[in-house]
């Protein structure tokens, strides 16, 4: 089993997605950018190594949102989702092909990676909590 994160970035009422590479596992899925977490991490500080390496952004984990286990058949992983905030740089694609801000409720207009979708209903279980 492979231990993975995912960021749940708000800027402005908004949610980042990105899209995956073609040639990639998953490829042409969108997804919240992340990645595996390293021997000696938190998910915390995987997270924000990540979000730095792939989108070339600073940000602070916040609150869980959910686990997801899924299995891909050549491999499972347990994936993480955080609320992620947003404090500095400007979104560079290293590891993705496309990027999009949506209101949580668009989300699911997206084809998204199936591990993401438990993630996807915590955020808009928050958000109609805070309404």
């Known amino acids: ?6 960021g749940v970035i ?4 908004c949610y980042l997605l990105t ?9 042409g ?3 919240f950018p992340g990645g595996k977490v390293e021997p ?20 602070q984990t916040g609150q869980f949102l959910a686990d997801s286990l899924f299995d891909y058949g050549d491999k499972v992983i347990l994936l993480k989702g955080y609320i992620s905030h947003w404090l500095a ?19 699911a ?7 993401d979708y438990p993630i996807v209903e915590a ?3 928050l958000e109609a909590g805070t309404d």
């Open 1 to 6: 089993m492979i231990l993975v994160v995912a």
């Open 10 to 13: 708000e800027k402005d009422g």
């Open 19 to 27: 899209q995956r590479l073609a040639h990639a596992s998953q490829g």
């Open 29 to 31: 899925l969108w997804e």
């Open 40 to 59: 000696q991490e938190t998910p915390q500080q995987a997270l924000e190594r990540e979000l730095m390496e792939e989108l070339a952004i600073e940000t």
């Open 89 to 107: 740089g400007e979104i560079v694609l290293h590891s993705h092909q496309d990027a999009v801000w949506l209101e949580a409720d668009a989300i």
């Open 109 to 115: 207009q997206y084809a998204l990676c199936p591990a």
């Open 123 to 125: 955020l808009l279980a």
